[in-house]
């Protein structure tokens, strides 16, 4: 069964960390882009960070971050465990939505994990 599951949220304090898992089932995750994104109700999803399909002779990868998290969220990706995590540093209220992480080839994703809360208040 090919699968996305987060893991990770929950309650943090202003200035917390957090750090979110997806883990894949079913394909492997270097082989694909990785992107992480969040929606708060009544709001358009917003794409937070992405790390890109490793190249096939460096095993390089790309990464993006969202202006609004660039210096304070790094993507990674653990191939060994399938993984890949959004590690999530000083925290604000804004940041506080439903995260999804998702796979897929080129610009567009077709896979989408069933998404963690984040919820950041004092």
């Known amino acids: 069964q090919v699968l996305l599951v987060e893991s990770g949220g929950g309650l943090v304090t202003p200035g917390g960390s957090l750090r979110l898992s997806c883990i894949a089932s079913g394909f492997t995750v270097h082989d694909y882009n990785i992107g992480w994104f969040r929606q708060v109700p009544g709001k358009e999803r917003e794409g937070v960070s992405c790390i890109s399909s490793s190249d096939a002779r460096t095993y390089y990868a790309r990464t993006y971050y969202a202006d609004s998290v660039n210096g304070r969220f790094t993507v990674s990706r653990d191939n060994a465990k399938n993984t890949v995590y959004l590690q999530m540093n000083s925290l604000k209220p804004e940041d506080t939505a439903v995260y999804y992480c998702?796979?897929?080839?080129?610009?567009?994703?077709?896979?989408w994990g069933q998404g963690t809360q984040v919820t950041v208040s004092s």
């Open positions: 998702a796979a897929g080839i080129g610009g567009s994703y077709d896979l």
